[in-house]
């Protein structure tokens, strides 16, 4: 039993697609006057202002001064390699990557191998079983000047406004790049703009950014990696310089990105109908995650688990911590063949009505055996 | 009038798509068991087999051994980028690139962004317009030892068999490495085997080489850049370190390829049938291009025009020379609005029933001027 997929799986263990992806991408096919030319470096322009829209909202200050800007990318990863590409050759005097991040991340790798010094921190408290935002406040303290700071997924991040708004200033004062990834928007609290509201507070503190956003998840569009590095500029005219810079490496590095998917995307948000049964979809999704969140609570609370299970449900997002320890995984995965990361993270929905009982059985069973072992 | 499309153009001035695609596209979009996860980060397996057996054949020694391999890429820039990165680190001691080119090309440019020194070396001999065969020899023997030497489209370069064995044998005693360019095979000669043949002498003849392989162009699936960075090493064993290498950079690059265009290929390609429906729709485009070729010669001959112009129809491939000098191409430039590079090179696919007569007449007249100054 394998629960670490990085993607979304629906209840028959398949990767979950949007229905309205299918249908559109159907309608696309059978679109007879599609012309298949080559995109443009930076991709479909109106794809991109789709996305930008999806994430910041029609009328932020970034949009509506036109300080925003895209380049649509080949995944996250694409997103990743474009922007830290830039800013090894920008920011030759900041070559230190701080990463907040819930497990070594492949981010890091992709910055290390460009030169930068890369140190990653956790900010998840194994004792207390949560995101512990006052550690995030802590080691952003101890950042050196000028660094940049990459914030995987910030909702999961469970920050307040008041602690966002500390994190900002000390931001500012240390003039730390801020380099967001918005992996899922929507799969985290089934709310778009709440997921991605964070990037609103650091728009309306004068911030410039980076933001890599994926739309492989949330469409259900893995196979085609469709991303965007977003660059929030403090004028258009900077925006500009940073664009055509980013055209230039994007060029030498895939020269045009793949259309399909794109295509698909923009379809869908620029219908309102459409765009509504993808949203429902994505509500969908969410509330059976949540469900079944709430089942593995209670399975495990019925079965009599000594401990809190409450971390659990707390959690937003399609990933989390089981809130076990290096012994119950390895019980885990010696015994119960259930493979989940050292650190207890796994993708909630690989959990299902079909293997739901055998999971938390195990999970009460692993957790018996090491508090046995430790009497 | 725009005469350097990159893509092979349609009698109705649209980006040439092979019937077969449309077709296998739709089949695939309605495909109700298709999975739609990441690929895996080297691609599709079976779009790498049968892509490696499109270029050697089945056959071939390199395949047959096992010491041929591949890696999907996001385009022919893609499989440059790769290529590229790992050269600057596994041959630290070669770090001189050259390039056998009609025209600045930017793989030149990625290259050069990596670190690399690049030489670029064009083989048009303006005065007798033709490729200059000897002219290929002579630059090589100049080459540095141990350089990389990028070959774009062999088959373009018109070598004799001896004396591709004279080059062969020059590169040897220089080691050095061969990275070619299989921009459209098919769509050169209208021959596929033709058009890649001369991979076969160098697998033949021992060597190591690196091939950015393009399947855009050649189907007319320009939207999604699909192509591969072949590699051939001396073993299997040497091939499966190479390609472990690649694939590492390949994750850091796009984590997975796009699958959409692979898909297709590799259903045409392991599909007898549509192969064969494949291979007609090439042969036909080749032919009309040859058919457009001649037609233009004969409308020049007929208009009077002064000198010789075989080498429009000598000349294989979409891409060509038109063998006008720099006042000539100005003169089609800012006087008939027809936009060619100013080497003359154009796109003779961008050539159609509409538009033949006024570019052959605005040849004849740009020819005529220039006689004229001159007198």
Redo the contacts between chains.
């Keep these: 039993m394998f629960l670490v997929y990085?993607?979304c799986m629906t209840e028959d263990s398949?990767?979950w697609?949007s229905l309205v992806v299918h249908k559109t991408?159907?309608q696309i096919?059978?679109d007879p006057s599609l012309?298949?030319?080559?995109?443009p470096g930076t991709g479909l322009k109106s794809f991109i202002q789709a996305s930008l829209e999806l994430l910041f909202g029609k009328y932020s200050p970034a949009i509506v001064e036109n300080r925003a800007g895209g380049v649509h990318?080949?995944?996250?990863?694409?997103a990743f390699?474009l922007g830290a590409q830039f800013l090894r050759m920008w920011r030759r005097d900041a070559q230190t990557v701080c990463i907040i991040s819930y497990q070594k991340e492949?981010h890091g790798?992709?910055f290390q191998?460009l030169g930068f010094k890369v140190r990653e921190y956790c900010i998840w408290d194994p004792e207390h079983r949560r995101m512990d935002s006052n550690m995030f406040l802590d080691v952003v303290e101890q950042m050196p000047s000028g660094c940049t700071l990459v914030i995987g997924n910030p909702v999961d991040c469970r920050l307040t406004r008041p602690q966002w708004a500390k994190l900002m200033s000390t931001m500012k004062s240390k003039q730390i790049f801020p380099f967001f990834d918005i992996p899922c928007q929507g799969l985290s609290t089934g709310d778009l703009e709440e997921d991605a509201g964070v990037l609103q507070y650091f728009v309306s503190w004068g911030f410039e950014f980076f933001c890599s956003q994926s739309l492989s998840k949330n469409f259900?569009?893995?196979?085609?990696?469709v991303g965007v590095l977003v660059a929030v500029a403090l004028s258009n005219k900077q925006l500009l310089c940073v664009l055509s810079q980013l055209m230039s490496y994007a060029?030498?590095?895939?020269?045009?990105?793949?259309?399909?998917?794109s295509r698909i995307i923009t379809t869908i948000l620029c219908n309102p109908v459409l765009q509504e049964e993808w949203k429902l979809s994505l509500k969908e999704i969410v509330e059976n995650m949540m469900l079944i969140k709430e089942k593995v609570k209670e399975k495990l609370r019925l079965l009599g688990t000594p401990g809190s299970w409450d971390h659990i449900t707390e959690q937003t997002g399609t990933h989390g911590y089981l809130g076990l320890n290096y012994q119950q995984v390895q019980y885990l995965i010696r015994k119960k063949h259930i493979y989940v990361h050292k650190n207890s993270r796994i993708n909630f929905t690989c959990i299902n009505a079909g293997n739901v009982d055998y999971i938390t059985q195990s999970i009460c069973e692993a957790v018996l055996a090491t508090k046995q072992a430790e009497k």
Excluded: C, K, M, N
Aim: hydrophobic share 35%; aromatic share 10%; glycine share 12%.
């Design positions: 990085r993607v398949l990767p697609v991408r159907l096919t059978q012309v298949y030319e080559y995109l990318t080949v995944g996250e990863s694409g390699q492949s790798l992709i191998d259900g569009i893995y196979d085609e990696g060029q030498a590095l895939w020269l045009s990105p793949p259309a399909r998917g």
